[in-house]
């Protein structure tokens, strides 16, 4: 009959004891070797996001370096463009005013040499009344004055405004007086012209001034 081996208390807790104490050392080794394998990663993750963000950071400086160069050189142009525009209508301006001022100076320059004539008609006809004996060959020489400046006239675009025995029109005549009339046809029209009125084109250079029936 074979006898059971009795195991000592004392040894057997020691051996417990000793299993445990290597079991929490070897736990805690895999532990810290986690550990500092993780502080690795994020080490060198955190240095990739360094390298990364300096590098992106360097482009973005660079695009907006070429953008301002850019904008600075279109706002040279503009400014060069503005420069060239405002001179070239200050130049507009006075050259502008020039002309307008000789127009009012000098406007009448053709009408001026045009009506020459008329006064050497009119310097002959003087010269022709002290020695003309005769009052028909004045006349006749008044006459053809007359007729000359008429067709000056005409060919400036002057026209008479045909007044007499005409309707009474605000647009044309200028009423000086009104006179009584006989005849019921002269009511209300010209019975009388005290001044010529005139056309110029179509234009009312100056009011017939009339005498109007009623």
């Not at 009344?129 to 008429?150: P, V």
């Amino acid at each position: 009959m074979m006898k059971k081996k009795h195991r000592d208390p004392e040894s057997a807790g020691e051996k417990g004891h000793s299993e445990t104490t290597y079991n929490e050392e070897h736990n805690n080794n895999n532990y810290n070797g986690s550990d500092s394998g993780s502080v690795k990663n994020k080490s060198g993750e955190s240095e990739n996001k360094g390298t990364y963000g300096f590098s992106g950071e360097s482009k973005n400086a660079d695009k907006s370096h070429k953008d301002i160069e850019v904008v600075e050189e279109k706002l040279a142009e503009m400014q060069d463009k503005y420069i060239r525009l405002s001179a070239e209508f200050d130049n507009y301006r006075k050259r502008t005013l020039r002309e307008k001022m000789d127009i009012s100076k000098y406007g009448a320059e053709n009408l001026i040499l045009k009506l020459l004539p008329v006064m050497d008609d009119f310097d002959r006809a003087m010269k022709h009344m002290d020695e003309a004996a005769d009052c028909a060959s004045m006349k006749s020489g008044i006459e053809l004055i007359y007729t000359k400046f008429g067709e000056f006239l005409k060919q400036n675009g002057i026209s008479e405004i045909e007044s007499l025995n005409s309707s009474f029109n605000v647009d044309i005549h200028e009423a000086v007086a009104k006179v009584a009339v006989p005849e019921n046809e002269k009511k209300g029209k010209v019975v009388d012209v005290l001044q010529k009125g005139y056309y110029l084109q179509d234009k009312v250079l100056r009011f017939s001034k009339v005498v109007v029936g009623e």
